[in-house]
């Protein structure tokens, strides 16, 4: 019996304890003994922990300071952006980038509806839907239906009575695409602008920007519907005419483009450049006072009016397009047998509409097809000596010296712009205005004037604000102790060597 006994608590001891658990204690996993492997890195990182610490070098004991020093102030910053609701000092990085992306959007569809307006697709779509406009045609009844509408409209009755439905699908997927781009331009704007706002991304400064931006955005969706409803009406039609939209509504549906571009862009530039000056503060302290220097105020002061006139001539060059003024005079520089049509047909009474011709000179200089295409022609001049002149004042005594390189090398870039702009201008007229010729001339347009808003952004000098943050920037705390120790390793060195 005794025997037995013993096999049977050998025969306990070997069993497992699994089948003698309670199932509460079944569902607790019980965490896993660490391996002896575990153990021993556990063990050293306690022993590092403790003993004391080796001296550090000047440069080790600089990092460790910065890193410290930044992660203290970056701690209290972090609590108080998910609880403080002020706008901050400066504008996030990424909002620079957004802008710069939105304008290169609008420069593209200024070019594409160039050519809307060049293959005369901007009246194929009589109703302006800005939603349900959002989708084209999807099947042939709809297809059918649209053309209708379109046979109804004067463009079809007097140029385009033998047109096609395949030849319709053409030039309205032209517009349609305009519009599409511009519903796209408008949200991918607005979104993110309510973004921004509302987790407090921008100063208030850009939010207000940011706001009048949109604002201007839907207020050129309502210009182009506007501009494309006056070539839809027979009245505005002089008898026998080619039916076109409106060339005040032309221009100002251009001018307002090119305003949102510039407005877009000039932002973009000062986000991304504050980040520039912020982000080496010496730097930025001697362009300061290069940009202050006496002989560079004549120079900002010259681009500031030259952008002025590059504008203007854009606007004359959107009134030769509304009344297709390209068409006549194709030779360069006389026109017929002069450098000017003669008096009585730049000054015609056809286009007077009081009796006692009060209106005289102003019809005929923005409806008058000839004196319209000698004004652009006389500004255009104006544009390209103005520019020259420019190149020339930056080269000479101490403008040149005091002229930054990139501005000089932004005037460099205006010269060969209003070189190819001259060039693109001329073989248009020439040509009698094919389209591709033409929708260059207009980009280049754009180009010259960007050309222009980057000098006169780089001759501009940084407000009091962030002029005061790269003063504060340039005297923190890591960065003196930085240089005080980077002058102790040069003495150092020079010390060794002269030993």
């Known amino acids: 019996m005794a025997f037995f006994q ?3 608590r050998r025969a306990a001891l070997n069993l497992s304890r699994m089948p003698f658990a309670c199932s509460p204690c079944l569902r607790q996993q019980l965490p896993a003994a660490p391996s002896k492997l575990q153990q021993l890195v556990r063990a050293t990182r306690r022993h590092v922990s403790t003993s004391p610490s080796e001296p550090k ?20 910053s972090a609590q108080s952006s998910g609880k403080s609701s ?127 931006i949109s604002a201007l955005i839907g207020f050129q969706g309502f210009i182009g519907w506007w501009m494309v409803k006056s070539g839809l009406k027979d009245d505005l039609f002089a008898p026998g005419s080619h039916p076109r939209v409106s060339q005040y509504r032309l221009t100002a549906h251009l001018a307002a483009a090119f305003v949102c571009y510039s407005w877009m862009l ?18 930025a302290i001697k362009q300061f006072t290069t940009l202050k220097s006496p002989a560079l105020k004549v120079l900002r002061g010259t681009v500031a009016a030259l952008t002025v006139l590059i504008f203007t001539t854009v606007l004359s060059g959107a009134l030769v397009a509304g009344l297709d003024a390209g068409l006549i005079y194709n030779e360069f520089p006389k026109m ?17 509409r009081k009796e006692d011709g009060s209106d005289l000179w102003w019809r005929n200089m923005l409806e008058n097809p000839s004196l319209v295409q000698l004004d652009h022609r006389i500004l255009a001049t104006t544009t390209f000596t103005a520019v020259v002149a420019l190149f020339i004042y930056s080269r000479t005594g101490k403008v040149k010296a005091a002229m930054p390189r990139d501005v000089r090398k932004g005037v460099m ?51 009091k604000a962030v002029q005061a943050m790269v003063q504060k920037a340039l005297t923190s705390p890591p960065r003196v102790q930085a240089d005080a120790i980077s002058q102790k390793l040069v003495k150092k060195i020079a010390e060794k060597k002269s030993a």
Do not use: C
Request: proline share 6%; net charge positive.
């Open 57 to 76: 070098s000047p440069l080790a004991s600089l990092s460790s300071n910065i890193s410290n020093s930044t992660k203290a102030a970056a701690q209290p």
């Open 336 to 352: 017929g047998t002069g450098y000017a049509p003669p008096k009585s047909e730049l000054f015609d009474k056809f286009y007077s």
């Open 86 to 212: 002020e706008f901050p000092k400066t504008n996030a990085k990424v909002v620079g980038y957004w802008l710069l992306g939105s304008a290169a959007s609008v420069f593209g569809i200024v070019v594409w509806g160039g050519l809307t307006r060049l293959t005369e697709s901007g009246l194929s779509i009589t109703e302006w839907r800005p939603v349900t406009g959002s989708l084209p045609p999807m099947s042939t009844a709809d297809w059918q239906s649209e053309f209708d509408k379109y046979r109804d409209s004067p463009e079809f009755q007097l140029l385009n009575p033998h047109m096609t439905l395949e030849e319709f699908k053409k030039i309205y997927f032209m517009e349609w695409s305009h519009r599409l781009w511009g519903r796209f331009i408008g949200l991918s704007f607005v979104l993110p602008t309510i973004y921004f706002i509302a987790r407090r991304k921008v100063t208030p400064r850009m939010a207000v920007n940011l706001a009048g």
């Open 266 to 283: 000039i932002s973009g530039l000062s986000v991304m450049r504050t980040h520039r000056l912020l982000r080496d503060p010496e730097t």
């Open 6 to 8: 013993v096999g049977l």
């Open 413 to 463: 870039g205006m010269l060969h712009l209003a070189l190819m702009q001259v060039t693109l201008g001329i073989t248009t007229l020439w040509y009698m205005v094919p389209i591709s010729l033409a929708a260059a001339h207009q980009a280049g347009a754009l180009a010259l004037l960007t050309g222009a808003l980057v000098v006169g952004h780089r001759l501009r000098i940084p407000n």
